[in-house]
């Protein structure tokens, strides 16, 4: 059963941090890409980040450059999204997202950046 257990998401000031974590298990983790999405309440759902299969590519929706870091350990079927210099517009819900043959996501984490 494959599954994507997301945590860390809360309640954070303008400028604050938070580090997302992505718990994932019943598939190969170690051999899939990897990424985290967000959606905002009334908006389509957004890539904020991806991960290769082995973490040595990544990429980065512009919006989040500079602020926001992806990693993986393989060791531990886990991916991480560090989230610095946050804004109120950064307010959403985030989704981690495992690419195979097959699209799996997690059911999501509420982050709330306050002004």
């Known amino acids: 059963q494959v599954q994507l257990a997301e945590s860390g998401g809360g309640l954070v000031q303008t400028g604050g941090t938070l580090r997302l974590s992505c718990a994932a298990s019943?598939?190969?983790?170690?051999?899939?890409?990897m990424g985290w999405f967000r959606q905002a309440p009334g908006k389509e759902r957004e890539r904020v980040a991806g991960i290769n299969w082995s973490g040595t590519v990544t990429d980065y929706a512009d919006f989040v450059k500079g602020r926001f870091t992806i990693s993986r350990d393989n060791a531990k079927n886990t991916v991480y999204l560090q989230m610095n210099s946050l804004k109120p517009e950064d307010t959403a819900v985030y989704y981690c997202k495992a690419t195979n043959t097959n699209n799996y996501w997690g059911k999501g984490t509420l982050v709330t950046v306050s002004s």
């Open positions: 019943g598939f190969p983790f170690s051999s899939t890409n």
